[in-house]
């Protein structure tokens, strides 16, 4: 349960009381924020302790939601343009309230229907949650204490000559090689991702698989994807590297590997005409 009530994040907080416009939710200090009836089910009981996320609506009062923002305070997002004006822009954040993006926090001036990639901050004059697309200076140097292959989450921003662009664990920049990357993948895609190594100036080369052998990872998708095609697929080692890739989202070095794992575990058999499973 929180001490205090936050805006921009998940709150835990304890149903108090119910009210014709819905119910009132309180943290440990007693302050309390209203979550709408449009939120509010036959399931929530007096005493109950809800998620909820809070933010201000259209008329800046505090109130609590169930639904949940493509991006809370700190974090970043890609949100669609749905209106402008002089001073500044709105986006759809997947809540009932757009997201306002001042004109002062826009690299260029927004379109409707444009993604633009944002951070949402907190506006400290008006306590308002706000997007703003100038986002480097919320980048820092990633930590020494990451290692490689340690588990990240990624936001795919950007797309250069050597790879894709992403920010990690919604703090750090990170670059995937587009020679390593054997899966669809383009701008405003999130994906789970590994660290491989963190350069000198603090940024981070990311892969979207373990570094090293042939993970567990590899031979499950091999297997996964023989039990859906009925134990049966025309690859072995001689297919061709970019059917491999799209089939398999694997590097055929990779898929040469797992496929000689599972064959030494006598899960599969390979063939001339493909590979089969033993199972």
């Not at 390979?270 to 199972?279: A, C, L, M, P, R």
């Given at each position: 349960m929180?001490?205090?009530?936050?805006?921009?994040?998940?709150?835990?907080?304890?149903?108090?009381?119910e009210?014709?416009?819905?119910?009132?939710?309180?943290?440990?200090?007693?302050?309390?924020v209203?979550?709408?009836?449009?939120?509010?089910?036959?399931?929530?009981?007096?005493?109950?302790?809800?998620?909820?996320?809070?933010?201000?609506?259209?008329?800046?009062?505090?109130?609590?939601?169930?639904?949940?923002?493509?991006?809370?305070?700190?974090?970043?997002?890609?949100?669609?343009?749905?209106?402008?004006?002089?001073?500044?822009?709105?986006?759809?954040?997947?809540?009932?309230?757009?997201?306002?993006?001042?004109?002062?926090k826009?690299?260029?001036?927004f379109?409707?229907?444009?993604?633009?990639?944002?951070?949402?901050?907190?506006?400290?004059?008006?306590?308002?949650?706000?997007?703003?697309?100038?986002?480097?200076?919320?980048?820092?140097?990633?930590?020494?204490?990451?290692?490689?292959?340690?588990?990240?989450?990624?936001?795919?921003?950007?797309?250069?000559?050597?790879?894709?662009?992403?920010?990690?664990?919604?703090?750090?920049e990170?670059?995937?090689?587009?020679?390593?990357?054997?899966?669809?993948?383009?701008?405003?895609?999130?994906?789970?991702?590994?660290?491989?190594?963190?350069?000198?100036?603090?940024?981070?080369?990311?892969?979207?698989?373990?570094?090293?052998?042939?993970?567990?990872?590899?031979?499950?998708?091999?297997?996964?994807?023989?039990?859906?095609?009925?134990?049966?697929?025309?690859?072995?080692?001689?297919?061709?590297?970019?059917?491999?890739?799209?089939?398999?989202?694997?590097?055929?070095?990779?898929?040469?590997?797992?496929?000689?794992?599972?064959?030494?575990?006598?899960t599969?058999e390979?063939?001339?005409?493909?590979?089969?499973?033993?199972?």
């Open positions: 929180n001490e205090t009530i936050e805006i921009g994040t998940i709150n835990t907080l304890q149903i108090d009381r009210t014709d416009p819905g119910l009132f939710l309180k943290a440990s200090n007693d302050d309390d209203l979550l709408p009836n449009q939120y509010v089910t036959d399931a929530m009981q007096v005493g109950d302790l809800l998620d909820v996320f809070v933010y201000t609506d259209s008329e800046d009062r505090i109130v609590a939601t169930t639904q949940r923002p493509m991006a809370m305070l700190g974090e970043f997002g890609f949100c669609e343009v749905v209106d402008t004006a002089p001073f500044g822009a709105f986006v759809n954040w997947g809540l009932p309230k757009d997201l306002f993006v001042p004109r002062t826009q690299k260029t001036p379109k409707v229907g444009e993604k633009r990639l944002l951070h949402v901050d907190l506006d400290e004059q008006t306590q308002r949650l706000i997007g703003v697309e100038k986002i480097q200076n919320y980048l820092g140097k990633a930590p020494t204490t990451l290692k490689p292959n340690d588990a990240v989450s990624v936001l795919v921003f950007a797309v250069t000559p050597l790879g894709y662009k992403v920010i990690v664990n919604h703090a750090y990170g670059l995937i090689y587009k020679n390593e990357v054997f899966e669809p993948i383009q701008t405003g895609d999130s994906k789970q991702a590994y660290i491989k190594q963190r350069r000198s100036d603090g940024k981070l080369d990311i892969s979207l698989q373990r570094i090293g052998n042939t993970s567990d990872d590899d031979t499950s998708t091999i297997l996964r994807l023989l039990h859906e095609h009925q134990g049966k697929m025309p690859y072995n080692y001689k297919s061709d590297a970019n059917e491999i890739s799209q089939v398999f989202h694997l590097s055929k070095k990779r898929f040469k590997r797992a496929l000689t794992t599972l064959q030494d575990a006598g599969i390979i063939k001339d005409t493909g590979i089969y499973s033993k199972e």
